[in-house]
């Protein structure tokens, strides 16, 4: 039934997504991708190439549905940096991919961010320092263009200017992949909305990923301008392209290719020397094997000296291949990491003009991954043989390495690192610092104070993609210290824990606890080659983690409903055949006997149907009554079979008809009614209704936040937890987990199954309720998924990936490492707090007046932007609460009616600063 249900529905998905202009958030919460333009890429060959932020993109938009902190603690070898507190959803907080930039005493560290995605649009998470890595502040996200989205992949650099540049990948308001270059000048406080980098190139037709930007800071000729790599993947492969902007990033030039057609080309890095000279390297993923160019006229042409496309060296691939259908097809490292390839990192001394190169490669033997060294000193013309970076013996893993060459010429290279676990799992932060250009390397040293356990992978507990840790690490320098910003898991968070298997796939079972085991019966086949409803009956023996089979059900079917009173088990209703009618069906199991036995059928066949036992009566609710939605009808009819006479009899109905009433629980003698779905409407709905079986009475409670069909519900201590089914769009299941007071009508986000699926019931065994069977449209075929969730603990401890910094002595030329401990820093006193809740905007006599409201505001700025991310106005900074704006742009011109965009930045009397979201503002005169 659920299958059929996707197929009918497949046209209204297509005319709702074709409609999406730009991402909104459907009953508050839904969030859209923009545009409908890379479904080509995820058949493409290439896919296993493509960036875990382009890899993220596909997975939420195809395949599943600024807050200021201060870290007040001293900071010692290493430090957390992003605050847990704007992880608002227990399933979406992974932090990865770090990128660090330095300027005099401030520094900025940016991060992907998978929590802030629905609700800012924006992936690219930063945070800023201002007394040289003290202390952080979590700033939240780089803004989107109006109606686009910001995916990611982070990359910093800082001009000689202070001028802070953020690349990320982007998607504009038509879905249209593009190189966003986010600008700030207030130290890195605040970022404007992204400027297209790759605009001669941004279509359709092409994806635009995995980028890299620096700058030139050499005091030549063409300092101060900013450049950016990346790889422009089409149909036919993917190439290096780059671009450059010689006015501060507000407009980039025309790109240009820097590798041939017809490969495909992938982590490209670039940097600049201290003759203004600009490297740009990346791994040829056809070879294997790292290449480079060359230019020496500020990036106008490559291939200077006859350094363009030259291959320095040749690569292994890491670690093994990954399943097409858990891991896209990616090499992965042991415990499913998807570890980034070979992706080379580059740095160019900047007192001889030495170019070195970093990256990873399998070398001979059981080892998988090893990091290795190679070294220019004519330009980038030879290079010297690769050198083994990492010097243990252990035969573990060690990869994503970074490199940085302080003001001094010192270099260091960090990677993560496995030597310290005989199960070549969990892994540190290790560096190695060398003061003669990488001719010798002191022993390595460990950089990370606590190890980092792997999460759950395959399937992942977060809700990106399923293989990830992603692709690179950060470092960078200035004359006296190196800055480092990793993922690290060493913290923990929640998620649901992974059972063994259901031996028969199925999906819409009917699914029952009696003492510590649960009943799975019936359901529709799945696998290949499997069709039909099964009568299989297989019971999860919780305490011996087994399974077993027991006697099947006399009428096969999908879409029936199951209670328990004592030791019989009862089920109601279904579909016998996946194109005839609804069943009738009631039949009783005798535990004891393991036997079956036939009761009085329904006197409405159903599917679909909920059903409780309260007391000595059992309760059949809603349903449909024909298996295909094409010919049933939703149902509000609600049945009573009392156990005692052995008869049926009518109560009061359902206030809304309803069928897919997979959340259907008894809660203090009354029963609670999830969602569910309206054949009249086609919708899934988000209602919330309650039947007391004393009164014969239904009554309505608040409603869902989510539109939710086929989720699943149970009782959970004193609140109820409802996860899993569909929501409006049809495609995207809820694999969002939530619960319920029936007290208050309060919902909490707890952590989500790994697997997103529909046609799925929910068992409690004591404190833990268990999700079993159920698909997401056919994407776990033959898994009979089986999790669990505690209810007391609210999930299970595993690592939780943040991002973590550590500022390290750069060691002269010559001379030894610096020490390890950190420099000891006094704790400072925690400043009143500085918060902008509320905007208020008023016209009197064609001038706009801004009204702000909050806590310990002294100050305030506004700034309006056009739809294209432009700045177009920026007052000055006024004391007080309010300001005014008469629609003149910077130069004092009136601007033309039409929408554009604003925010305001506040400030308090110690210095604080914070900013709005980004807001629409329509000028009509």
Aim: glycine residues 12%; charged residues 20%.
């Amino acid at each position: 039934m659920l299958s059929i249900r996707r197929s009918l529905l497949a046209a209204l998905l297509i005319l709702f997504l074709s409609g999406a202009l730009g991402f909104s958030f459907q009953d508050n919460a839904g969030f859209h991708l923009p545009g409908n333009n890379y479904r080509w890429l995820l058949h493409s060959p290439f896919r296993r190439y493509l960036s875990p932020a382009a890899e993220t993109f596909l997975q939420l938009k195809y395949e599943q549905p600024a807050r200021r902190w201060a870290q007040e603690r001293l900071r010692g070898q290493d430090q957390r940096l992003n605050d847990p507190a704007q992880d608002k959803n227990p399933s979406l907080t992974t932090q990865s991919e770090t990128t660090v930039a330095v300027y005099g005493s401030h520094v900025v560290v940016g991060w992907n961010d998978l929590g802030q995605l629905r609700r800012t649009g924006s992936i690219s998470g930063y945070g800023y320092s201002e007394d040289g890595g003290q202390h952080f502040k979590d700033a939240g996200v780089i803004p989107p263009v109006f109606g686009g989205v910001n995916l990611g992949d982070p990359s910093l650099t800082v001009d000689g200017r202070g001028n802070f540049y953020f690349a990320q990948i982007s998607l504009n308001s038509k879905g249209q992949a593009f190189v966003g270059v986010a600008k700030s000048d207030d130290e890195g406080k605040t970022f404007d909305p992204p400027v297209d980098a790759s605009r001669s190139i941004t279509s359709s037709n092409s994806f635009q990923d995995k980028e890299w930007i620096t700058s030139d800071a050499s005091g030549g000729p063409h300092d101060g301008s900013v450049y950016v790599s990346w790889t422009n993947i089409s149909s036919q492969g993917g190439i290096i392209a780059f671009s450059r902007s010689r006015d501060g990033g507000r407009r980039f030039e025309p790109a240009i290719p820097l590798s041939p057609a017809g490969g495909f080309a992938q982590g490209a890095t670039a940097q600049v020397g201290p003759e203004g000279e600009i490297y740009v390297a990346w791994e040829d993923m056809l070879a294997p094997g790292i290449r480079i160019s060359k230019s020496t006229d500020g990036g106008r042409s490559f291939g200077a000296e006859g350094i363009g496309n030259k291959l320095v060296t040749r690569v292994v691939p890491i670690g093994q291949p990954g399943a097409p259908a858990t891991c896209s097809g990616r090499r992965i490292l042991k415990g499913y990491i998807d570890a980034a390839f070979e992706f080379p990192s580059l740095a160019v001394n900047p007192t001889n003009g030495e170019v070195y190169l970093v990256y990873a490669s399998n070398p001979p033997g059981l080892d998988q991954s090893d990091i290795f060294f190679v070294r220019s000193a004519d330009g980038g013309h030879n290079w010297s043989q690769p050198v083994r970076v990492n010097d243990d013996r252990s035969g573990n893993d060690q990869f994503m390495p970074a490199i940085s060459t302080s003001a001094n010429g010192s270099l260091s290279i960090i990677w993560y690192d496995r030597r310290g676990d005989p199960d070549n799992l969990k892994f540190n932060v290790y560096r190695a610092v060398s003061t003669d250009g990488g001719r010798s390397f002191r022993p390595n040293e460990r950089v990370s104070s606590v190890s980092s356990a792997v999460p759950p992978l395959n399937p992942n507990f977060d809700l990106g993609r399923p293989c990830y840790m992603g692709d690179y690490i950060g470092i960078t320098a200035d004359a006296d210290s190196f800055y480092l910003a990793w993922g690290d898991n060493r913290d923990q968070g929640l998620t649901w824990r992974t059972e063994p298997a259901m031996p028969t796939a199925r999906e819409a079972t009917a699914n029952v606890a009696v003492g510590d085991t649960v009943f799975v019966l019936g359901g529709s086949k799945l696998g290949y080659d499997q069709f039909g409803e099964s009568g299989a009956n297989q019971a999860y023996q919780v305490q011996r983690r087994r399974w077993v089979n027991l006697a099947p059900l006399p009428t096969p079917r999908a879409g029936a409903a199951a209670v328990a009173v004592g030791l019989s088990i009862y089920v109601l209703g279904g579909s016998a055949s996946q194109f005839g009618g609804a069943s009738d069906a009631f039949e009783r199991y005798d535990i004891l006997t393991n036997s079956w036995e036939e009761l009085p059928p329904l006197p409405t066949p159903r599917s679909g149907l909920g059903a409780a036992a309260v007391g000595d009566k059992i309760y059949a609710i809603g349903g449909q009554d024909c298996s295909s939605d094409a010919c049933g009808r939703s149902l509000d009819t609600v049945e009573v079979y009392d156990l005692r006479s052995g008869r049926w009899s009518s109560a009061a109905p359902m206030p809304t008809p309803r069928t897919d009433l997979t959340a259907t629980v008894v809660y203090q003698g009354q029963i609670y009614v999830f969602g569910g779905f309206n054949l009249k409407l086609l919708a899934p709905l988000r209602t919330v209704e309650v039947y007391d079986p004393a009164r014969d009475r239904w009554t309505r409670r608040a409603n869902m936040p989510y539109r939710r069909g086929g989720g699943a519900a149970a009782v959970c201590g004193n609140r109820i937890l409802l996860f899993g089914g569909f929501g409006r769009s049809f495609s995207a299941n809820r694999r969002t987990a939530q619960l319920y007071d029936p007290l208050s009508s309060h919902w909490q986000s707890v952590a989500s199954p790994k697997f997103a699926r529909l046609g799925i019931r929910a068992a409690l065994v004591g404190e833990v309720v268990y999700a079993i069977g159920g698909s997401l449209a056919s994407a776990v075929r033959e898994a009979g998924a089986n999790e669990a969730f505690n209810c007391r603990n609210l999930g299970y401890a595993r690592p939780d990936p943040d991002i973590f910094f550590a500022r390290l002595p750069a060691p002269q030329p010559g001379s030894l490492p610096g020490p390890r401990a950190a420099t000891p820093y006094r704790r400072t006193p925690s400043p009143s707090p500085l918060r902008l809740r509320r905007i208020r905007l008023s016209r009197l006599a064609g001038v706009l007046r801004f009204q702000v409201q909050g806590q310990g505001i002294a100050a305030l700025q506004l700034e309006v932007f056009d739809l294209a991310g432009r700045r177009v106005f920026r007052s000055g900074e006024l004391r007080g609460t309010q300001l005014s704006w008469s629609g003149l742009d910077a130069q004092g011109r009136r601007l033309a009616n039409g929408v554009y965009l604003y925010r305001i930045r506040v400030r308090s009397a110690a210095g604080r600063q914070t900013q709005s979201t980004v807001h629409r503002l329509v000028l009509v005169r």
